[in-house]
Every structure is written in C-alpha cells, then in structure tokens.
C-alpha cells in the first residue's frame, strides 16, 4: 500500500490561536485551539494558554483523556502511562498492591464489566474502543510508560489458532510495516557525498535520517487489518500503533511491557521487536512466563514483551515459587474437582487441588468438588489467579470468571516491572504472597522479608528514610511511595 502525504484532517476546521508580539496567546474567535496548537506550545506558554480556557472547554480538548494530562507534569508528579486493552486491571494490580507503587495510569477497554471492575479498584477507565483512539493526542504527548494486553482468543486453541493462519498472519506483518513507515519509523539513506561548502546550507538529504510520518489517520492504519478473519489478533497492531504513535508526538517513553497468548507467533513477536529497535529502544525482549513460578495457585503462561528506551534490565528471572491450591483456599487436601461434569473426554474431566492446578478460564463457574458438588466462590477465583479475595470484580458470576480467566496475572506483572524498574521485586512478591496466602507463603513479618530477608527473629518498624534510601538507585522515585500499613490490601 503506497504511503499517503496528506496531513490529519481531524482538525482543521477549528481556528487557530495566534501569538502577540509579547508571545501570549490570543484567540482569534471563541473557538477552542487546535491539537496543533498545543503542540506548538510548551512550559509557561502552554500553561497559560490552558488557564485562559474555561474548564468546559479543557475538558473538550483534553478528552477522552484526564484534563491535567493537558498541562506538563510538575516536579514530583507520578509517571504518566497507558494500559490498553487493560481488562480488568490485573496489570494495575501488580504495579499497586505487588510493588506498590503507583504510576498515573490511564486504561483503556471496551467491555463494560471489566471496566466497571478496575474502576472499582482504583483505576482510571475510558471505556472505548481502542480502534477510534489516536496516540498523536496532545494529553499523552508526556507518556512515559506503556502496558498491552490483548485479548487472545485467535492465537489460541479456543480461538482454533485462526491468528495463525498463513493469509491473517500475512497481513498482519505487512500492517505492522505499513503502520511503522506511517509513523516515520523508516531510515533512510542521505547522499553519500555532500557538496555542500558550508554546513549551513545542508538538509536532511544529505544525511542518514528518519523518514517523516505519514498522518495518516487512525481509521486508516487499522484498515489495514480488516481483511484478517482473525478479529483479536489484528489487535497485536495495538502496541505498534500506540507505540510509534507517542513516539511520533515526542513522548518520552520509558517502560514497555507487553503481556499476549504464549501461542503468539515468533514472527510478530520478532516484527514488533525490528519496530522497538528502529525507533532506538535500548532493550526489547520476550519470554515465556508461567504465574504458577511466580506463586500463583493457577498456571497462566503468557508470551511476555519487556522493553526499557535507555538500559538494558536483563530478563525476568524465574523464582519457580510454587502454590499449592488447596492449602491457598483451606480446602481438603484429598478434594479433587470436576470440570465437565458426567461427560468423558480425552483430557479427563477431574483433576486433583492438591497442586498448582490448570490455567483457570471462564469456565471455572461451572467446575465444583467431585465429592460434595461445591462451586468455587468468587473471593476464591481471586485467590486462585493471585488476587485477594476482595478484588471488586463486577458482573454476573460468568462475566466475573470470564475476567479473572483473562487476567494479566499480578505476580508476573510486578516481576516485570520491578525488573524494568530495578526494584527489588521477589521480596516484595514473596510478601504480597504471604498476604494472600498466608497458609502456604506465611512471613513473620513484611519488614523482616524486604529488608532482612536472613533474619529469623522480626524485624523492628523501617524507618521511612531507609526506604528512599533503599530506592535511591534506581527508577522507584519516579513513583509515589506508599507508606500505609503494608499488611493492608
């Protein structure tokens, strides 16, 4: 598909605002400025063209997205970031009830119940198709950190792999090149010999440079994968998108985590990579991760994607903690559960809890103890994917299984992020563990595991100033430190 020139449209009906001779910012009519407009400004100028706004008319500009997001970040303030497709926050739950820590995180989903569910858990939510949202918006152009994580359903068996066909997986692969030429992602050669005498009369041709983005609009770069029979996983052209897109708008990405189906194909976990790479991203890898090595009383195993701009972290590293599932419920040792009921199949239809049992799904509602007909509650589905039984999950029974089947399990979401963030991540998992499974992780005390993890006798209260000092290091004051009651979910 040749690569149009033309400019966004989107627009170019609202006037502009034009500068004074002292460079204040003076509207030419009462209409709104442009996103152009925004962008052209910066600091102070920025600051006061905004404030010259009514509160209505920021809201306007800034939506969907929070009105501060229009103004920079002030010293002090928490990250700004993105979680797309986000489901029902169980990424969220990892950087906030795992790590602790809390980023200025803006998710994005669709389905009504699973926002309702991280709303109620602290999160804030625009519900909305991720396909009508553009990343070239000037309230993310301070975008910092960036969380994928969609739904899977083509690359996996449930789905009968439909994301691998030969004609999906190739149109999918050619959109991802299209979308990184589209947002300038291309290098191109300069002339090899300037015959320029002096250095000022140069232009871009005669060096090595970036190509220019497109602007094309975001209508037209997923049109590109309308013609895959594979809905869910066209949505793997979300992170390039968004991605190259803040890029494109001079965001100063940092962090990137990607969490998708371990039946993700090699060849778009490897195209996404090129796409990182090109843009100049320090470190781009992906791993296979189960939750149940991270102590999760259930397996997950994702195909995770962690990126840092400017280090190299190195890989997640595996702790192989282990869960076993009826001990973390309170449940008979010898309880063994039905998943199918009377039918036979294959794979057999009962299994024993005395384990860290199969991936859980939204069939869950339905499974029950072969001896006694009981049926998971919900606060146990929690516990059984690594949340506390707590965890305000909305819905009816099957909507809430459905959610917690999907989630981003928060013990591997904080393990990739602690390693982004270079924090010291297994002791803090291993504590949150002992919270929510007090029977099988239980810890004599949290100070005792995050600071003195040799000490067999509890450790006095640490001190708030050991803390920052602990984290002095590294990226962890980027972050809002919590200092409630550690033992508080």
């Not at 029977?439 to 450790?459: C, G, Y």
């Amino acid at each position: 598909m040749p690569i149009p020139v033309a400019r966004p449209t989107a627009h170019e009906d609202i006037p502009l605002f034009a500068l004074d001779t002292d460079g204040q910012a003076q509207p030419t009519t009462e209409a709104l400025p442009a996103h152009e407009d925004l962008f052209a400004l910066d600091g102070p100028e920025l600051t006061a063209l905004l404030d010259s706004l009514t509160t209505a008319q920021r809201d306007q500009l800034a939506a969907p997205y929070p009105t501060r997001w229009l103004y920079p970040p002030k010293p002090g303030d928490a990250p700004r970031g993105v979680n797309v497709c986000a489901g029902c926050g169980g990424g969220c739950a990892g950087l906030r009830l795992v790590l602790g820590v809390e980023a200025d995180m803006v998710c994005i989903e669709l389905r009504k119940d699973p926002t309702a569910t991280s709303t109620a858990a602290g999160c804030t939510v625009i519900r909305q198709d991720i396909k009508t949202l553009d990343p070239r918006h000037p309230a993310l152009r301070w975008t910092r950190h960036v969380m994928c994580t969609m739904p899977c359903t083509d690359w996996t068996r449930a789905g009968l792999g439909a994301g691998r066909d030969a004609t999906n997986l190739e149109i999918l692969l050619d959109a991802i090149d299209q979308v990184g030429a589209h947002m300038g992602n291309v290098w191109v050669d300069g002339a090899h010999v300037c015959t320029h005498d002096d250095p000022g009369d140069c232009d871009e041709d005669c060096y090595d440079h970036m190509a220019e983005p497109s602007g094309a609009p975001i209508t037209e770069l997923w049109s590109l994968v309308d013609d895959m029979t594979a809905q869910t996983a066209g949505l793997m052209l979300a992170p390039v998108i968004w991605i190259l897109g803040l890029r494109s708008i001079g965001a100063p990405l940092q962090h990137i985590v990607i969490e998708q189906s371990s039946a993700l194909p090699e060849a778009v976990q490897e195209y996404i990579q090129t796409e990182l790479w090109t843009a100049g991203c320090e470190s781009v890898q992906w791993q296979d991760l189960d939750a149940a090595d991270f102590g999760s009383a259930s397996n997950r195993n994702r195909a995770i994607m962690s990126a840092h701009w400017y280090r190299s972290p190195g890989p997640v590293t595996v702790p192989g903690i282990r869960t076993n599932a009826a001990l973390a419920l309170g449940w008979p040792l010898d309880t063994r559960i039905n998943t199918r009921g009377e039918r036979k199949t294959s794979g057999g239809n009962v299994f024993a809890l005395n384990r860290t049992i199969t991936a859980v799904t939204g069939k869950i509602r339905g499974w029950y103890c072969q001896e006694t007909g009981r049926r998971f509650t919900i606060p146990e589905v929690c516990a059984l994917v690594g949340l506390p039984g707590d965890h305000p999950v909305t819905g009816s029974r099957t909507s809430q299984c459905q959610q917690l089947g999907d989630i981003f399990s928060p013990l591997v979401c904080a393990a990739v992020w602690g390693t982004l963030l270079g924090l010291p991540w297994l002791d803090m998992l291993r504590t949150y563990l002992a919270r929510i499974y007090p029977t099988v992780h239980a810890r004599t005390d949290p100070a005792t595991v995050l600071f003195h993890p040799h000490r067999a006798r509890p450790a006095p209260p640490v001190p708030e100033a050991d803390i920052l000092r602990l984290f002095a290091q590294s990226d962890y004051p980027n972050f809002r430190i919590r200092t409630k009651d550690p033992t508080a979910h």
